[in-house]
């Protein structure tokens, strides 16, 4: 049962009008509710209920100042006033179901979920073939720690050359006068006068002697250090 436009042909008598009209109609009714809520006893608002699109095997001519869309063997496709083609979706859904994205959000947006399995860490990339693997629902590689690793910081002896130090090898010469007075009767009186001259030898050894900065104590940071970062999640696209 088609819908025919030229039935009731011309010339029809009355009395078989009827039975005509109700198959054109019936037929008529079929071919629009398809798309459209239209069939007899339901809302018949005509509002759409789908759109199906025939497989026009190619690009619609389109039309100036519209905005056609079309299927294209099976590629959903637009074509504006201009003339430019654009993909709406190729095969299948535009973001396939199960993709991870990450997102700058508090929460996921809608149509995905947010993966709880991955959480305070960093984002990294793998690179291409041969690089490290991604590790599906966690984090790749043995994991990591906010916590830096216990270390002590260890130093020997060390003797210094001269020239290390700064200080070059020299001797000190100690030049002076002086007098030696003896009790005499009332008064004291002064014996002589005499000179004094003496060389400190060590001073040279000691401007190169070892020394020993000492060691710290082996210890790790707390797990409170955090830099700077946009703050996002890692959602999973729901089925559709």
């Known amino acids: 049962m088609v819908w025919v436009k030229t039935s009731p042909a011309a010339g029809i008598v009355a009395k078989n009008l009827d039975d005509l009209i109700v198959t054109n109609n019936t037929a008529l009714e079929a071919t629009i509710d398809k798309d459209h809520n239209l069939a007899t006893g339901g809302s018949q608002t005509g509002d759409h209920k789908q759109v199906t699109l025939n497989d026009l095997a190619g690009d619609a001519a389109g039309e100036a100042s519209h905005l056609t869309v079309y299927n294209d063997a099976g590629v959903l496709k637009q074509r504006n ?28 947006p809608t149509g995905w979920t947010a993966d709880a399995t991955v959480t305070d860490g960093l984002l990294a990339l793998k690179g291409a073939a041969g690089g490290t693997p991604y590790e599906t629902g966690g984090i790749s590689g043995p994991g990591g720690t906010w916590t830096q690793p216990g270390h002590a910081h260890t130093t020997g002896d060390k003797k210094l050359t001269s020239a290390e130090s700064g200080v070059p090898a020299h001797t000190h010469t ?14 004291h009186g002064v014996l002589a006068n005499t000179s004094l001259q003496t060389t400190n030898a060590n001073a040279a050894a000691n401007a190169a002697s070892a020394h020993n900065h000492g060691a710290t104590a082996a210890g790790a940071t707390a797990d409170t250090w955090r830099p700077t970062a946009a703050v996002g999640l890692i959602a999973t696209k729901d089925a559709y």
């Open 81 to 108: 006033g201009t003339g430019t083609v654009r993909k709406i979706s190729s095969d299948g859904d535009v973001i396939p179901a199960g993709t991870k994205m990450w997102f700058f959000a508090n929460t996921a």
């Open 174 to 187: 100690f030049t002076g006068d002086f007098q030696v007075i003896v009790p005499g009767g009332a008064t």
